[in-house]
Every structure is written in C-alpha cells, then in structure tokens.
C-alpha cells in the first residue's frame, strides 16, 4: 500500500493553505475598467492600493513664482547662456529655480555648476543638462503626435532625483559560461528590462534604440512565405510588450483589441499614440542620448559601456499618462515649448573639470517624426503579413 500518498497529499494542502493564509500574502482589492465592447474580454485590472502610490508620487509641482517675460534677456546678462538666452531674467532664474527642485534638490545649484564660476562647463552635468533642455524643447516641439498639449519638462522624467527611476542599457548579465550556454540567444535569465521576465533581455536594444520591425502576427495558421518572422520575432515583441505595459501599468487591452491584436481599424486610440511614443523614444537615444557617450562618466553607462537610455517608463513611471496627464506647460512655455538653439557640440573633446566652454558646434540632426496619418504606420492596411 502506498502509504506516502495521503501524506503528499495532506502536506500539499497545507502548504497551499499556508500560501494564503501565511505571513506577507495579500490579496489586494482590484479595480477592474471596462474598455471596450461587452463579451470581448477587453478589460483593465489595477491594484487599487497600487493606485493610491501610484496617485501620491505623480502630483505635478507649482512653478516657484510667475515669472515675468519683461526685461533685458538672459543671453545678454549672464556668460556662456547657449539655448535659454532669449528669456527674460526673470524666466531664467524661474527655471533655474525650478529645475534644481526638479533634478537636484539637495545638492543645489553646485550639482551643475562650480560656485566660483556659474558661467563654466567643466561640470560635466551641466553640459548634460543642456542637452537635455534642447531634448525637452524637441519632444515639446516636434513630438506632439505622442504627448499632445500636455508636453513634458524636467520633472516628468526625474522627479527629484539626478537619474529618473526607469532608464535601460544593455544587460549581458549573466555572462554565458561556455559551451551550450552560449547559445541562449538572451533568453532564459531575468530580463529586468522586460518586467522580469525569461523573454529576451536586450529587446529594448532592437525597438527603442534600432528600428527592427515589430509586426510579427501572420493570418495563416501555417507558413505561407510572406511572412519571415518566428518565434524568437514574436518572443522580441514581447519582450517590448512586457516594458510597456510595466511601464504605463497598463495591459494589452489598453492598445489592442482582443478579438483582433493585429488590426489597427479595430485597434483603441492609444494604440496610434503608443506607436508615435516608441518612434519619440527611439529618436531620443539615437539623437541626444547616444550623443553624450563621451560626457558621461562610467557611473552613468551600464555594465558594457553603453549610456542609460529612455525608455517609456522614463516619463510614465508606472502610469497611463505621465503626472496623470497634469500639464506643466503653462508655467514654462517659454523655455520648454519652443525650440532655442539646436547646435551640438562636439562632445569628443570635452573634458571634465578642465572644459570652461564648449562652444556649439553643428546644427542637430533630428530624425524627423513621423506623421499622423494611420496610413503612415507600418502595417495599418490588412495584408497577408499582418
């Protein structure tokens, strides 16, 4: 007589008993959204204790005073002003108020600037900081097919902190061993940049840095030969897909329609906002944060040497709408909605600590954003590779 099987079988109810009732379990209270028609399973579940966190850390800031746009410019009143210096002086200290509440609260304006010479770079941030201004203004400016009218400023992305939560680089972590292991194709470890799961750990690498296609669904249970995607493809879009939806803390019904991921006729709105977002990021890396190789120091750049990148929970950080869809723009029009100088250095012969001007050199080369038009996104007309 097989004596163990009670046992096993006692012993698995109490540890199933012990996963619910044990200490640290939690079923939290879920708040579930219908988002399209009834019967098609398009719904969105949150946690609602989740929420309420998600609710506290995404309160737009005031602006520290109304600043005036009378009186001389900046640009004649203090040294080396290479992209604000059409604000009046007043909207210059405005900014430079808020921006150090925004990035650097506590170390003040000495996380840019030598206090002895306001007017240098040779505080590698500063340099940086500049960058990223021209990086806001061009979102602001050119990018309105993903961010509307509520724009962006330092603030969505940094929230009181030098480095924004969300970034990304290149994870080869953990090495390959050798042999077999080699051949992992960047899969089957803990993809932290894809919600931590076993997809492919450097997706991010292919659809928001380079511009791999990410259309992978086929109309034909069998292959047909029109459309060359497989499944290490579709694991890729995944991949994408996990980073997403972590970082807006959204599902696939946010974007797509359950009875038809693949047809953007029947697709929600968001999906064509999501798609203008991942072409915004990717002209962002490739653009501003690639540029700046040479500035940032290897406390900035990840593991292979590469810089920390944007990715959508950059600005998201955990929700639909960043600051849940408060605008900031009203306060900063004039230094974020509108583009200053384009001009880039050459950051190759930057020096920290040496460097007092690095004086603007060629204009930017901005990819162009893409248009609005549904007809202008890859795979909007149904075809046989859809």
Not at 349 to 364: E, V
Request: hydrophobic fraction near 35%.
């Amino acid at each position: 007589m097989n004596l163990w099987i009670p046992f096993a079988a006692s012993a698995g109810t109490l540890l199933a008993i012990a996963s619910f009732v044990g200490a640290g379990w939690d079923a939290p209270p879920v708040q579930t959204e219908q988002v399209g028609y009834r019967g098609t399973g398009m719904f969105v579940h949150r946690d609602v204790e989740k929420q309420e966190a998600l609710k506290a850390a995404n309160v737009a800031p005031p602006a520290p005073w109304e600043a005036s746009p009378d009186g001389d410019k900046a640009g004649t009143i203090y040294e080396n002003v290479q992209v604000l210096g059409d604000l009046s002086d007043d909207q210059f200290n405005q900014f430079m108020a808020s921006i150090t509440e925004w990035v650097a609260p506590e170390a003040g304006c000495n996380y840019c600037h030598n206090p002895e010479n306001l007017a240098s770079d040779e505080v590698y941030t500063k340099v940086v900081a500049r960058r990223m201004i021209q990086m806001t203004q061009t979102i602001n400016t050119d990018w309105n097919s993903h961010v509307g009218a509520t724009g962006a400023t330092c603030y969505t992305c940094h929230r009181g902190q030098a480095v924004p939560v969300s970034y990304w680089y290149k994870d080869m972590e953990p090495k390959p061993a050798g042999n077999m292991t080699q051949n992992r194709a960047g899969q089957n470890v803990v993809a932290k940049f894809a919600g931590n799961s076993s997809l492919p750990q450097n997706a991010l690498m292919d659809y928001l840095l380079n511009d791999k296609p990410i259309r992978v669904h086929t109309l034909t249970a069998l292959p047909s030969g029109t459309n060359p995607a497989g499944v290490k493809e579709t694991e890729g879009t995944w991949s994408l897909m996990m980073h997403m939806s972590e970082s807006l803390g959204a599902n696939c019904m946010t974007c797509h329609n359950s009875r038809a991921f693949n047809d953007w006729d029947q697709s929600p709105p968001q999906r064509v906002t999501a798609w203008h977002g991942i072409q915004m990021t990717r002209a962002l890396n490739l653009t501003y944060m690639e540029g700046l190789t040479p500035v940032f120091p290897d406390t900035r750049k990840g593991p292979e040497g590469d810089v920390f990148k944007v990715g959508c929970g950059t600005c998201h950080n955990g929700v639909q709408k960043p600051l849940y869809g408060a605008s900031m723009m009203d306060a900063y029009r004039d230094s974020l909605g509108k583009k200053g100088a384009t001009d880039v250095p050459d950051f190759s012969t930057y020096q920290p600590g040496t460097t007092q001007t690095l004086a603007p050199g060629r204009q930017s080369a901005i990819p162009a954003p893409a248009g609005t038009a549904l007809a202008a996104i890859p795979g909007a007309q149904k075809s046989a590779s859809d």
